[in-house]
Nanobody, 118 residues
Framework: QVQLVESGGGLVQPGGSLRLSCAAS????????MGWYRQAPGKERELVAT???????NYADSVKGRSTISRDNTKNTVYLQMNSLKPEDTAVYYC????????????WGKGTLVTVSS
């Protein structure tokens, strides 16, 4: 059974940084397509960043230049480093997993809350 567990969320001041982690189990992680998504209050879930098995990355325009997605296949973990955080980055951040980049995300974690506020 595939499980994804996010961590690293919290309260941060505008301009601050956070690193989110997502640990995967029950899957051949190294070949999976991974992504970070977020859902702000009253809004739909939206893409933040994705990374392929070959470490090709893609970012939403809203976070491009401020965020870096990476993966450590030895730890079955994907990371999202977020810098220069803004209040509009406040959301629950979810990790998603797909069999490949040609598939929709099939598995999701329960999310970790990021609050950007002074």
């Amino acid at each position: 059974q595939v499980q994804l567990v996010e961590s690293g969320g919290g309260l941060v001041q505008p301009g601050g940084s956070l690193r989110l982690s997502c640990a995967a189990s029950g899957t051949i992680f190294s070949i999976n397509f991974m992504g970070w998504y977020r859902q702000a209050p009253g809004k739909e879930r939206e893409l933040v960043a994705t990374i392929t098995a070959g470490r090709i990355t893609n970012y939403a325009d809203s976070v491009k230049g401020r965020s870096t997605i990476s993966r450590d296949n030895t730890k079955n973990t994907v990371y999202l480093q977020m810098n220069s955080l803004k209040p509009e980055d406040t959301a629950v951040y979810y990790c998603g997993l797909a069999a490949s980049r040609f598939d929709d995300m099939k598995y999701w974690g329960k999310g970790t809350l990021v609050t950007v506020s002074s």
